[in-house]
């Protein structure tokens, strides 16, 4: 910072126009760099461990998802974001008006949808100019509650209980009735 307050950036961008043009490619190069880094990560990681050969030559070296983050420079809650936002979106699948961020959202909240729901949510996001927090905001209450699963198998397990319940008391009928046969039978001998 100089004697006026401001500091040596701000005199060499005193076109606002400009500095918003390199604020937006520098953002761009960043969104770029996220899905390269992503791309990376998820290529790694299908190596290590989608082929048995590659993860016991690995193995041998000492090589891991965790060291190649350690390496990079990258906490495996960084590095695990990356590569599973990559492979939630592959490039053909990625909205091109929209960041890396808003797929990371997605990629999160709706881990186990299938892929045509969260294409449904990025066309939305892109048509709608959401921020991918306002993205995070729609999608949340769209989603099953944890609640809504646990009283779903609830009621699985109660309709489970009535029809194995229905069928002892049919197997209990069929067995009271084949007795009372036998019984008769012998009676009238």
Request: hydrophobic share 40%; aromatic share 6%.
């Amino acid at each position: 910072m100089s004697e006026s307050g401001t500091n040596a950036l701000s005199v060499a961008y005193v076109d606002y126009d400009k500095l918003v043009a390199d604020f937006q490619a520098q953002a761009e190069a960043a969104n770029a760099a996220r899905w390269a880094m992503g791309d990376l990560a998820a290529t790694l990681f299908d190596v290590i461990h989608r082929s048995p050969v590659l993860r016991a030559q690995f193995a041998k070296q000492g090589l891991s998802m965790r060291a190649f983050g350690r390496q990079v420079g990258l906490a495996p809650a960084q590095l695990d974001a990356l590569r599973l936002t990559a492979e939630a979106f592959p490039a053909r699948e990625r909205h091109p008006g929209l960041t890396w961020e808003h797929h990371q959202v997605l990629a999160r909240l709706l881990e186990d949808a299938n892929p045509a729901t969260r294409r449904k949510w990025l066309r939305e996001a892109g048509k709608k100019h959401w921020t991918p927090h306002q993205l995070r905001r729609e999608v949340r209450p769209a989603m099953p509650r944890p609640e809504t699963c646990a009283e779903e198998r609830v009621r699985k397990l109660r309709d489970q209980l009535r029809e194995a319940e229905a069928a002892l008391d049919h197997r209990r009928k069929g067995t009271a009735h084949a007795a009372g046969s036998a019984s008769r039978s012998k009676r009238q001998k």
